[in-house]
């Protein structure tokens, strides 16, 4: 009885395997070589990768230019931009610059210097012409107001300074700086975002000759601040331009999203600055007139911070000649301070 059914057992499992049934490839293991074809392709993808792609390029070898192209990305997308690009879609932005003439573009570029072609007829007669300067996103634009007329704004330098998350909603807002050189030197600043019904710009300042230098999120809240330089005591006492203390100056997000000074809250940046222009008040080697403005710079420092009789100190116990110059030009000094930062543009319609 039970040989019988062994004998059963063995001719069910026998038609199995000749017809090939369901249940014969899971039951049968393949050999190791049909396993290893078997998972080949799903395993190790990028080893044959690269030779296929290279032989099925071949055909379109006539355009030479497309054969590092299909070999290179290959590896690339397995690294590390494939996950930022996964997150949210983030706008291309970029700056388009139009020359219009009669109201029609008649040039299109990124910077004005590639407009400079135009800049003898322009000045011919900058009626008939007009500068249109549009940040996009990639679908929507807007514009930015360049603060002077035709043909001196063809002498602007514009450029996109940062494309950086400035709110800390993880998107980029973009920065556009105008480079105005002339008339109302020099650095004005332009801040767009993205928003539900376009691009829109939050705020317009300018920083005269000081200039935003980085963008950082100094006190770990999560969204970044500006770090500028700031120009306030420029020609201030008689000194020259070159020898102008500059002071730091801490541009801060606010509720209305746009930005205002708020370096006192940062006096180690503030003091760290000081202690530049304490070294070249203090150091022998350098002119009277150095370390005079240095002195300057010193006393705004603490007196930014609030705390000018810090200033006071530190310049009587390093140069004494420089506490009298200094104490000569207090008040002109003290009315330079009280000026505001930045100074907010007209934001653009
Ligand atoms: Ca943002
Ligand atoms: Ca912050």
Do not use: W
């Amino acid at each position: 009885m039970t040989r019988r059914c062994t004998l059963l057992f063995l001719i069910v499992i026998l038609t199995a395997c000749n017809t090939g049934g369901p249940g014969a490839t899971p039951a049968t293991a393949p050999p190791s070589t049909a396993r290893a074809t078997a998972t080949a392709p799903t395993t190790t993808p990028p080893l044959p990768a690269p030779s296929p792609t290279r032989t099925a390029a071949l055909p379109t070898a006539t355009s030479t230019p497309s054969m590092p192209t299909p070999t290179q990305p290959l590896p690339i997308p397995t690294a590390a931009p494939t996950p930022t690009t996964a997150g949210l879609p983030e706008p291309r932005r970029s700056l388009v610059l139009q020359l219009l003439g009669d109201g029609q573009v008649i040039a299109e570029g990124v910077t004005t210097e590639e407009l400079a072609g135009y800049q003898s007829e322009v000045g011919r007669e900058p009626e008939r012409y007009a500068l249109r300067v549009l940040v996009s996103d990639g679908s929507q634009k807007a514009e930015v107001a360049v603060r002077d007329p035709l043909p001196h704004a063809l002498f602007h330098h514009l450029e996109m300074a940062y494309i950086r998350d400035l709110d800390g909603d993880s998107r980029a807002e973009a920065t556009v700086l105008d480079f105005t050189g002339g008339a109302h030197c020099c650095f004005d600043y332009h801040i767009f975002a993205s928003e539900h019904n376009g691009v829109r710009e939050r705020d317009a300042f300018t920083l005269g000759n000081g200039a935003i230098e980085r963008v950082e999120d100094l006190d770990g809240d999560g969204v970044s601040e500006m770090v500028a330089g700031d120009d306030r005591l420029a020609l201030v006492a008689g000194l020259a331009m070159a020898a102008t203390p500059f002071l730091p100056l801490v541009l801060c997000l606010q509720e209305d999203k746009t930005f205002s000074d708020c370096t006192a809250r940062f006096p180690a940046l503030v003091e760290e600055s000081a202690a530049h222009y304490e070294e070249l008040m203090a150091s022998p080697e350098n002119n009277e007139l150095t370390r005079q403005a240095a002195a300057v710079g010193v006393y705004a420092h603490y007196a930014r911070l609030g705390r000018p009789q810090d200033g006071l100190y530190r310049i009587a116990s390093r140069c004494l000649e420089c506490l009298r110059f200094v104490e000569q030009h207090r008040d002109e000094i003290g009315e330079r301070l009280r000026e505001s930062r930045p100074m907010h543009l007209e934001a653009s319609p």
